[in-house]
């Protein structure tokens, strides 16, 4: 494992696992980051699309 | 082979094969088949003599038989099937109770005659397009047993590529119908999104979960899919629509207007996958090429979504049963379920922008033609695939094409294609199926574009 110090995406792991209530050793935890890194790799193809400041999410709560 | 269940039917409702000795035959092949193919996790027999004994007392009362009178079926294992455990290809589901009553979708596939004789091994929870299930086993492809069925909803399209059934029920979330069809070479209806009902099946991404059938002809998976119609007010994004029956015609409009996916769609189509393609536009009379621009964010869209929410709902028990999950799913599911609120919030804005893209597309074109998976099946157990050059993970990355449509929602028919490509003689002999997309509640489009495709004979199954 890196320092987490050296390492937001792991540091944010770990923080976010700990809010959650979920308890790993560091070879799961591992695994877990090398997920999240793949999901973060993709979320950052969202955040670079161009979209109108106005445009809303898709899903409409119909009651 | 067992045949399409428009002839069974018909064959049943004149009196020239009984619905038993249907059910007879069925059962012959799947003892004699699924062995070498896992794709049943448990057969309801009892319940298809029951079934099939109804039927048969109906022709000899004399009285109307349904549309699907005698037509044996199973489906995914996520359906509710009463007496049976619901298991979603999960161990974790494995000790809860036996489903109370059928699923609505199973509920109305008995009300139109047919027979269900059992329950489909598929991927771990709906979660990837391969059915190698930790738990329950791999589901091979009935073409090639060295290769996977692709999934999630790998049983039910191997059952019907092997010829044990004509119709199975299956998921699509991201194209776990799409892709397995495409893989095994069998026709599949991803319908729009709230089309078809899914109360009394084990959910996976709210947001995207679809429910459709599988079938040998195009003619079966429009009489399932008319069966299976209908509002249902306890599922919240069923919409509430009259039935829209797509069986009694199939026959592609006059002037209908296609157009061929490039861009994405053609980047990530190997020489087989685009050979499909070229074969099945050019016996639809397809020349123009087009793009939906934002095909990789939608898929990109998907991907944060289906992590979010699958994560979000297991949380529960990856907290109290983190080794009963299978290896493959259970560090991404809790990576999901750690995906910010703002990643959730931008992926739902960019399907948005994406469904009004494709909104503008259908301006233009009625239907759509992109390949199904980007390849032929994969070995069982290969890590990746090489798409012209680039490689990619075979677990997310046959769902590269699929994904882009499910996001938003669109109803897309596979048709089963064989392209004749390959480095050997085996790969030269496995299909890769075509989607065929068409705009919101246009499925009909869709089907009768596959019966252009089976009537040229370009898309077909292979006699096993």
């Known amino acids: 494992m890196t320092e987490t110090h050296d390492n937001p995406l792991e540091a944010y792991v770990r923080a976010a696992l700990a809010l959650q209530g979920y308890t790993f050793d560091d070879v799961e935890i591992a695994e877990i980051v090398m997920q999240f890194a793949r999901l973060e790799t993709i979320a950052r193809t969202v955040f670079e699309w161009p979209l109108p400041f106005a445009s809303e999410p898709a899903p409409v709560f119909r009651p | ?464």
């Open chain 2, 1 to 464: 082979m067992i045949g399409p269940a428009g002839d069974i039917a018909q064959q049943i409702a004149k009196g020239t094969r009984s619905a038993a000795a249907v059910l007879a035959e069925c059962k012959a092949l799947i003892e004699a088949r699924d062995p070498d193919l896992n794709c049943f996790t448990a057969k309801t027999f009892e319940r298809a003599e029951r079934e099939a004994a109804a039927i048969d007392a109906l022709y000899a009362e004399g009285k109307a038989l349904p549309p699907l009178a005698g037509v044996p079926y199973a489906v995914k294992n996520l359906f509710d099937v009463e007496g049976l455990v619901t298991l979603a290809g999960a161990k974790i589901n494995a000790g809860n109770a036996p489903a109370a009553a059928d699923a609505k979708i199973v509920a109305r596939m008995s009300r139109a005659g047919a027979i269900l004789v059992g329950a489909l091994n598929m991927e771990e929870l709906a979660y990837g397009f391969l059915t190698e299930n930790h738990h329950y086993g791999i589901t091979r492809n009935p073409h090639d047993h060295t290769r996977g069925a692709g999934g999630s909803s790998g049983g039910s399209a191997a059952a019907v590529g092997a010829g044990m059934l004509p119709i199975t029920l299956g998921s699509d979330t991201s194209g776990s119908i799409r892709v397995p069809a495409s893989l095994c070479g069998v026709f599949g209806l991803k319908p729009t999104y709230g089309r078809l009902p899914r109360s009394g099946t084990y959910p996976f991404v709210n947001s995207f979960d679809h429910v459709g059938p599988f079938a040998n002809s195009v003619l079966g998976l429009a009489l399932a899919y008319d069966a299976m119609q209908g509002p249902d007010p306890t599922d919240p994004a069923c919409a509430q629509r009259a039935v829209e029956p797509a069986s009694a015609s199939l026959s592609l409009p006059r002037g209908t207007r296609i157009g061929i996916l490039g861009g994405w769609f053609h980047e990530w189509a190997d020489p087989a996958a685009r050979r499909s393609v070229q074969l099945a536009a050019a016996a639809l009379g397809a020349t123009e090429w087009t793009e939906l621009k934002s095909a990789e964010v939608a898929r990109a869209a998907a991907y944060i979504v289906t992590g979010a929410e699958g994560g979000a709902l297991h949380r529960p028990r990856l907290l109290q049963q983190y080794e009963d999950f299978g290896p493959a799913s259970r560090s991404r599911l809790v990576a999901g379920g750690l995906i910010p609120a703002s990643w959730v919030s931008q992926a739902q804005r960019v399907r948005r922008h994406a469904y009004r893209e494709a909104m503008d597309l259908f301006e233009r074109f009625d239907l759509l033609i992109a390949a199904a998976a980007p390849a032929v099946a994969p070995r069982v157990g290969q890590e990746t695939l090489l798409i012209n050059g680039r490689s990619i993970p075979t677990k997310a990355g046959l769902g590269v094409l699929t994904q882009p449509i499910s996001c938003i929602g669109l109803p897309v028919c596979t048709a089963p294609v064989w392209p004749g490509e390959g480095e050997s003689p085996q790969e030269r002999a496995l299909p890769v199926g075509v989607q065929l997309i068409s705009g919101p509640w246009r499925e009909a489009l869709c089907l009768a574009a596959a019966r252009t495709l089976e009537q040229a004979g370009i898309a077909k199954l292979s006699a096993l």
